[in-house]
């Protein structure tokens, strides 16, 4: 991001990034357990922005870990009975309700629900040195939130971790798990870059129009 501030605390109209991401899931449904994984050394930061924004949504803060895995399975540890899990990046800060309702229904009925885009532009795969075309209507860009049943993701992060785990699914997949996919929106995107938070500004703007 091209700054010292983490990107999930960096300002979105006016408050963190990941503020807009929990908010999204709180407005959705009220009663959720929130949860919120964050690097250890980051905990006394996050304190004070919640402060300084009198941020009044109920959560729980835990440590994060090494890798992506780690501190998804941090924040399962303290999931409590049979329940739907919703694993969510914090820096997709404009994922719809609908988006959010689609996956948890879906997961209600599948046992797991992968939200995706449709690539709109031409995509080509390596293979090392030369490349070669791949139609596009056989790919699909992954988002989060990543739903699943609680005894379906709690055992697939017990079983431990290994390099090619990129996100939930391939965490659930590796466990034997069959994953249903389910439409996002184009809008949910992953703030990453410099021109990612300038894109989410924009976007904001429109859906508050």
């Known amino acids: 991001m091209k700054s010292s501030v983490p990107k ?11 503020m807009h991401s929990i908010e999204q ?7 959720a357990v929130i949860i919120v994984v964050l690097p250890r050394e980051h905990h006394s930061l996050w304190r004070s922005l919640v402060k300084e924004h009198s941020f009044n949504v109920s959560h729980t803060v835990v440590a994060g870990g090494e890798e992506r895995f780690h501190s998804v399975k941090a924040g399962l540890n303290l999931v409590q009975g049979e329940s739907l899990v919703a694993i969510h990046d914090g820096v997709r800060p404009l994922v719809s309700h609908d988006t959010i309702w689609r996956c948890f229904a879906d997961a209600e009925e ?9 690539p709109a532009d031409s995509v080509r795969l390596l293979e090392g040195d030369d490349s070669r075309p791949f139609p596009r209507s056989s790919a699909r860009l992954i988002q989060t939130p990543q ?16 390099p090619p785990f990129t996100d939930d699914a391939t965490v659930a997949e590796a466990s034997g798990v069959r994953i249903h996919l389910t439409h996002g929106n184009r809008e949910n995107i992953k ?3 410099p021109e990612d938070l300038v894109i989410a500004h924009s976007l904001l703007r429109l859906i508050k129009q």
Not at 26 to 31: H, I, T
């Open 191 to 193: 703030i990453t870059t």
């Open 8 to 18: 999930q605390f960096l300002p979105l109209d006016g408050k963190p990034v990941l």
């Open 147 to 162: 739903v699943f049943l609680s005894s379906i993701i709690i055992p697939a992060y017990n079983a431990g971790f290994i």
């Open 110 to 118: 599948f046992g797991n629900a992968v939200p995706f885009v449709e």
């Open 25 to 31: 899931f709180y407005s959705f449904d009220s009663s």
